[in-house]
């Protein structure tokens, strides 16, 4: 059974539900009936802290802490499989884009997350492509008849990183190194 909370009214965002509605307009949370079919198709569903039609509940109900603050809004695989289901057309997926966005505004990002960031920072892929490694991939490519991979515009990389503001999320984490 779920673990139930008890909350004030006063402890409540009741703007919540707005601030994610009227970014995400016809898709909106506030057309869910709370079926479960969202959580019943869910590929990650019994690896998360709370189930797909929860964390719209709980957007609803104004837990903007407990959802931004949920594993559940970055386990998601966004297979898309919620928002396919849903009879009401709610985007599940979409919403779940804006709020890791405003969890990540709000400095709250999981530190696997913000490696990849400065990972994708220093050499432009996720996974390091230096060193042995490199090495070992090129003979592998080489073997295959497979072209040599041409490193990314590091400078085009780091400029989106930048404009994004993701730039912060690399430094911070870093720093904490």
């Not at 949370?29 to 802290?49: A, M, R």
Request: glycine content about 6%.
């Amino acid at each position: 059974m779920a673990n139930m909370i008890q909350k004030n009214a006063s402890d409540l965002d009741a703007k919540f539900r707005y601030e994610i509605t009227s970014k995400v307009g016809a898709k909106s949370l506030l057309k869910c009936i709370q079926c479960g079919v969202c959580s019943s198709g869910c590929t990650v569903t019994e690896y998360v802290d709370m189930q797909p039609h929860r964390v719209v509940a709980s957007c609803l109900l104004g837990l903007r802490e407990e959802v931004l603050s949920s594993q559940a809004i970055w386990t998601c695989s966004l297979c898309h499989r919620c928002t396919e289901r849903c009879p009401k057309n709610v985007d599940y997926s979409f919403i779940l884009a804006l709020l890791r966005n405003l969890s990540v505004n709000e400095g709250r990002i999981p530190k696997e997350y913000s490696g990849t960031v400065v990972t994708i920072y220093d050499n432009g892929f996720v996974v390091p492509y230096t060193g042995g490694l490199k090495d070992n991939i090129d003979r592998r490519r080489n073997r295959m008849s497979l072209p040599q991979i041409i490193p990314p515009e590091l400078d085009e990389i780091r400029y989106i990183i930048e404009a994004t503001g993701l730039a912060d999320i690399a430094k911070k984490k870093k720093e904490g190194d």
